[in-house]
Structure formats: structure tokens, C-alpha cells
């Protein structure tokens, strides 16, 4: 049973658990769209994706009208995403504002950094606040307070493994630490029916999330 936090005759925000696609595609299992749509019985539109292997706050409108009023919101720079980032260490600098060119290659399913000047490439842009820093298993781990500007592939990933700190069980991007990626969509925020909406989720409560008194027991809001 998918967690639904809201839901009205336009719009769906859900709760959607690591390991299951946004949307439908090649893999043959399950996807939060049919899910949805089993569960409550309306049609469902993806408004935004995220990966797989990310857990966390997605919205959905349920007819192509309203999925297009949110894509205009999205592109007018009105929705606001949030994801925490555990990563191994601890940045230099506490806050920042990275500002990059990404080009995703299909062949090996990866996102690189490159100049501005190459063919394809789109502006990434994300601003980071550390959180937190502990000390567990003798690792050095801290959670990161990202706010996406921009929603390319593997945003995040990308810019933060190219900054030198790769998502903690993020393999592909660098990571050598054993774990379930360590990236989860906490919070939406977006304009709707003249009044804003702001929806929240806790990660779970496994590690590395567990280690971090700042995200404890906040429970889940909207």
C-alpha cells in the first residue's frame, strides 16, 4: 500500500518507497503510476520523476489538464524540491551553491560534469546546507539539506560526487560504503487552488538516516 499524504480531484502527493519506478517502464515491475492507479481508482499523471533507487514526496496530478498547469508551475520556477544527502565526511564549506553543465550518457546510464560548450549539455544548478555530522562504525557521515534549482539526471548525484563526496551507497557515482542509496525527497512545495501546499516525509528509519538526531521523529506533514 502506497502512503498518500493528500489528495483532491486534480492532484495526488504519495510517498514513493526506494526500489520502485516513478513511472512506467522497461523493467517489467511495478511503478507508482499503476500502482496509484489501482489503489484509489482515478487516473494518474507523472508531474516529475524521480529515480528508483530514490525514495521520498511525489506528486501526481489525475487528469492531463492538471498535469499540464504543473508543468508550467515547474517551469516558472514555483516548485520547490527537497532531499536530504547523507555523505561520507564532511564538506569544507557548510553551505554552497554548485553550479554545473550535465549531459547524460545513455550507454553507461551516468551523468557527467562538463563545459558549458559541449553539445547537449544542460545548466544544473542546486544550493546544499549541512545539516548535521556524526561519527559511526568510525566513519565521518553528514546529512546535507539540498534544494534542487534544477531536475536533470542524477542531479544530485553528479554534482555532489564531482564535488569530492559521492551519495553514501551510491556506487555508481563513486561511493564505497554498503547501503541503500542515501537520497530521499523529503518536500514539496508548490502552488496550488490559489493557496500553497508544502508535504513532507521522513526517510526510513534504517541507516545511515538512523544515526541523525536532526531528522528524528519529525513525522510527516503537509
Known amino acids: 500500500m502506497i502512503d498518500i499524504l493528500f489528495q483532491n480531484k486534480n492532484f495526488i502527493v504519495a510517498v514513493k518507497p526506494a526500489g520502485i519506478s516513478s513511472q512506467s517502464?522497461?523493467?517489467?515491475?511495478?511503478?507508482?503510476?499503476?500502482?496509484?492507479?489501482?489503489?484509489?481508482?482515478?487516473?494518474?499523471?507523472?508531474?516529475?520523476?524521480?529515480?528508483k533507487v530514490t525514495g521520498g514526496v511525489m506528486l501526481y496530478a489525475k487528469s492531463s489538464a492538471a498535469a499540464a498547469k504543473f508543468a508550467k508551475i515547474a517551469a516558472?520556477?514555483?516548485?520547490?524540491?527537497r532531499y536530504f544527502a547523507v555523505v561520507a565526511g564532511k564538506p569544507?564549506?557548510?553551505?554552497a551553491r554548485l553550479e554545473d553543465f550535465l549531459i547524460f550518457d545513455k550507454y553507461s546510464g551516468k551523468s557527467a560534469i562538463v563545459e558549458s560548450s559541449v553539445k547537449g549539455a544542460?545548466?544544473?544548478?542546486?544550493?546544499?546546507?549541512?545539516?548535521?555530522?556524526?561519527?559511526?562504525?568510525?566513519?565521518e557521515y553528514s546529512i546535507l539539506d539540498v534544494r534542487l534549482f534544477t531536475g536533470r539526471t542524477?542531479?544530485?548525484?553528479?554534482?555532489?560526487s564531482h564535488m569530492g563526496f559521492p551519495i553514501v551507497g551510491d556506487g555508481k557515482y563513486g561511493s564505497k560504503t554498503k547501503a541503500p542509496l542515501a537520497l530521499w525527497s523529503y518536500e514539496a512545495d508548490f502552488p496550488a487552488s490559489e493557496s500553497e501546499h508544502?508535504?513532507?516525509a521522513s526517510p526510513p528509519e534504517i541507516?545511515?538516516?538512523?544515526?541523525f538526531e536532526s531528522i528524528k521523529n519529525k513525522g510527516d506533514e503537509k
Not at 516558472?76 to 524540491?81: L, M, V
Not at 544542460?122 to 568510525?138: I, N
Request: glycine share 8%.
Open 25 to 51: 517502464d522497461n523493467s517489467g515491475g511495478e511503478d507508482m503510476t499503476a500502482l496509484l492507479k489501482k489503489q484509489t481508482g482515478s487516473d494518474i499523471f507523472p508531474v516529475h520523476r524521480l529515480d
Open 76 to 81: 516558472d520556477g514555483c516548485f520547490i524540491k
Open 92 to 95: 569544507e564549506k557548510s553551505a
Open 122 to 139: 544542460k545548466k544544473a544548478v542546486l544550493e546544499y546546507t549541512q545539516k548535521e555530522t556524526v561519527f559511526s562504525g568510525g566513519t
Open 154 to 160: 542524477h542531479q544530485i548525484r553528479a554534482q555532489l
Open 198 to 200: 508544502i508535504f513532507r
Open 207 to 211: 541507516f545511515p538516516w538512523n544515526i
